[in-house]
């Protein structure tokens, strides 16, 4: 059915658009958990994926990824039964990576999700600061975050932690006693975000009223460059901007298959997917609000509210864009191939500057690119 590449990884991804709370900086597609009643979107999930496989075809699935908003909130049995569901529609790769996104405040599950299935847990720690926590509007204590970890461990494969930095007042200094305390923690792969201010989210209007001033550029690059420093010294350095392991196999598959520019299936409310059937590339997005995605998926039998076809060059662009985020580059055969010739001019001049390094015909980021990844990636396939 398709010309699809299995070299380049097939997923699934599963959105859980519920929070407890909703935190200030965060302008994912989230909801308030309330009392809700959980059951038809839990359904629709089910039948969005049965749509998916229509597409599709026969694939072989390399991981499967639980994010939101806060999966955790879902119940085991309901981890059981969507990874039963996609067991019983594509084959599942032998070894295949299971990964779950938690509030430390869900720590009385993690033992059935681990019994589900699940065998990588990214924990959203964010801060070993309890004012820090507070300011970032999250529900959980730096305690609550330890003992989260102390619950975790032993019962997955591979443990993420996530962290923020460059949060108003916090000095180069406070990040890297915060950092060094995660980095000891013991943790598999650590996700180190600076706090960027979204339009739309709450903290983009206190920034607009002048409450607080998020970090400079410059501070932020001092944070970042220590960040790097730190993460390498203690055996994780960074193989993706903002992401780092320790070694190989505890690297996120889910993610290298959207750096690779893999195919995978999204389901739930917001939910992003790409399908490649033949030469033919889609770019697709489920309905946002839970009460739209519903109705679509009763409707179409599938949660797409937006279909894009994206052609040789939008392909291209996308591989130089998702492959210069990771240490390995993207190969230039790969994206010649889809006919984009890259800024040869460019290439050079930023080679020169060391933002970027060429090697066995493939283009990467230095680490001092990494920090204008964005730029650089318009700069040479314009
Ligand atoms: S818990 Fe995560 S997804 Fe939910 S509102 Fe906070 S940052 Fe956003």
Same mark, same amino acid.
């Given at each position: 059915?398709?010309?699809?590449?299995?070299? %380049?990884?097939? !997923?699934?991804?599963?959105?859980?658009?519920?929070?407890?709370?909703?935190?200030?900086?965060?302008?994912?597609?989230?909801?308030?958990?309330?009392?809700?009643?959980?059951?038809?979107?839990?359904?629709?999930?089910?039948?969005?994926?049965?749509?998916?496989?229509?597409?599709? !075809?026969?694939?072989?699935?390399?991981?499967?990824?639980?994010? !939101?908003?806060?999966?955790?909130?879902?119940?085991?049995?309901?981890?059981?039964?969507?990874?039963?569901?996609?067991?019983?529609?594509?084959?599942?790769?032998? !070894?295949?990576?299971?990964?779950?996104?938690?509030?430390?405040?869900?720590? *009385?599950?993690?033992?059935?999700?681990?019994?589900?299935?699940?065998? %990588?847990?990214?924990?959203?720690?964010?801060?070993?600061?309890?004012?820090?926590?507070?300011?970032?509007?999250?529900?959980?204590?730096?305690?609550?975050?330890?003992?989260?970890?102390?619950?975790?461990?032993?019962?997955?494969?591979?443990?993420?932690?996530?962290?923020?930095?460059?949060?108003?007042?916090?000095?180069?200094?406070?990040?890297?006693?915060?950092?060094?305390?995660?980095?000891?923690?013991?943790?598999?792969?650590?996700?180190?975000?600076?706090?960027?201010?979204?339009?739309?989210?709450?903290?983009?209007?206190?920034? /607009? %009223?002048?409450?607080?001033?998020?970090?400079?550029?410059?501070?932020?690059?001092?944070?970042?460059?220590?960040?790097?420093?730190?993460?390498?010294?203690?055996?994780?350095?960074?193989?993706?901007?903002?992401?780092?392991?320790?070694?190989?196999?505890?690297?996120?598959?889910?993610?290298?298959?959207?750096? /690779?520019?893999?195919?995978? *299936?999204?389901?739930?409310?917001?939910?992003?997917?790409?399908?490649?059937?033949? *030469?033919?590339?889609?770019?697709?997005?489920?309905?946002?609000?839970?009460?739209?995605?519903?109705?679509?998926?009763?409707?179409?039998?599938?949660?797409?509210?937006?279909?894009?076809?994206?052609?040789?060059?939008?392909?291209?662009?996308?591989?130089?864009?998702?492959?210069?985020?990771?240490?390995?580059?993207?190969?230039?055969?790969?994206?010649?191939?889809? %006919?984009?010739?890259?800024?040869?001019?460019?290439?050079?001049?930023?080679?020169?500057?060391?933002?970027?390094?060429?090697?066995?015909?493939?283009?990467?980021?230095?680490?001092?690119?990494?920090?204008?990844?964005?730029?650089?990636?318009?700069?040479?396939?314009?």
């Amino acid at each position: 059915m398709s010309d699809f590449d299995p070299g %380049r990884g097939f !997923g699934v991804y599963v959105h859980w658009p519920y929070c407890a709370r909703i935190c200030p900086y965060c302008d994912f597609n989230v909801y308030a958990a309330k009392a809700r009643d959980t059951a038809p979107l839990f359904d629709a999930l089910l039948r969005d994926l049965e749509g998916w496989r229509g597409r599709t !075809g026969e694939r072989e699935v390399s991981s499967i990824f639980f994010g !939101g908003g806060t999966p955790s909130l879902m119940s085991g049995a309901q981890v059981v039964q969507l990874i039963a569901h996609v067991r019983s529609l594509w084959h599942v790769a032998p !070894g295949v990576e299971i990964t779950l996104e938690a509030n430390p405040d869900d720590l *009385a599950r993690f033992g059935e999700f681990a019994e589900a299935g699940v065998d %990588r847990l990214s924990l959203g720690i964010q801060s070993l600061d309890d004012e820090r926590l507070k300011f970032l509007g999250r529900t959980h204590s730096a305690g609550d975050a330890l003992k989260a970890l102390d619950e975790a461990r032993g019962k997955f494969r591979s443990i993420s932690i996530d962290m923020i930095y460059a949060v108003p007042g916090q000095t180069l200094e406070d990040w890297r006693g915060e950092l060094s305390r995660a980095l000891a923690l013991g943790a598999d792969h650590l996700s180190l975000y600076e706090l960027s201010i979204e339009p739309g989210a709450a903290f983009a209007f206190a920034v /607009k %009223r002048k409450a607080w001033a998020p970090a400079s550029d410059d501070e932020a690059a001092a944070l970042y460059e220590a960040t790097q420093e730190m993460s390498e010294a203690a055996g994780l350095p960074a193989y993706e901007i903002s992401n780092h392991a320790r070694g190989a196999e505890h690297r996120s598959v889910h993610n290298g298959i959207y750096w /690779k520019c893999g195919d995978w *299936a999204g389901v739930g409310p917001g939910a992003h997917g790409r399908l490649t059937i033949g *030469a033919t590339r889609w770019a697709v997005e489920a309905a946002e609000k839970p009460g739209a995605y519903l109705h679509h998926v009763k409707t179409n039998g599938i949660g797409w509210s937006v279909v894009d076809e994206l052609d040789a060059v939008g392909q291209a662009r996308e591989r130089v864009a998702m492959g210069l985020r990771v240490v390995e580059g993207f190969a230039v055969a790969d994206v010649e191939a889809l %006919r984009l010739k890259l800024n040869a001019e460019n290439v050079a001049m930023l080679v020169a500057l060391g933002f970027v390094a060429e090697r066995d015909g493939r283009v990467m980021l230095t680490p001092e690119g990494r920090l204008r990844a964005d730029r650089i990636a318009a700069e040479i396939a314009p």
